[in-house]
């Protein structure tokens, strides 16, 4: 399996873990709150609203389109810290912590 193929697994793993919990929301926030320039939008948007938002899609259209990957990143420090004692924190960071181990290897 490919690195595209194995992060598309993980954000379906991803968005599903936040549906199951309840933090999957039908409408988007407003665009101004989208357009933060701060990391992790921590200023406009919640960390649930961020993966579901901005996270999720972005990675999905570079999986979509086989556009480079990018070479290392963590999310699931904020992602825990942010998602204490809420409602399937434990499994959505653990999502997150697969992705980060994903881009931690030297797999492509």
């Known amino acids: 399996m490919s690195k595209h193929q194995k992060v598309g697994v993980l954000l379906l793993q991803l968005k599903t873990v936040l549906e199951q919990h ?6 988007a926030p407003a665009d101004d709150k989208l357009a933060s320039s701060e990391p992790f939008a921590i200023d406009t948007l919640s960390c649930t609203e961020w993966l579901q938002w901005i996270f999720i ?8 389109h086989q556009f ?10 904020y992602v825990e810290e942010a998602l204490k004692g809420t409602d399937g924190h434990l499994e959505i ?4 912590t697969d992705i980060d181990a994903l881009f931690s290897s030297d797999t492509q």
């Open 93 to 96: 960071t653990q999502v997150s």
């Open 22 to 27: 309840g933090h999957w929301q039908d409408e």
């Open 68 to 77: 480079p990957l990018p070479t290392s990143f963590s999310i699931s420090p």
């Open 57 to 64: 899609p972005k990675m999905q259209f570079l999986v979509d």
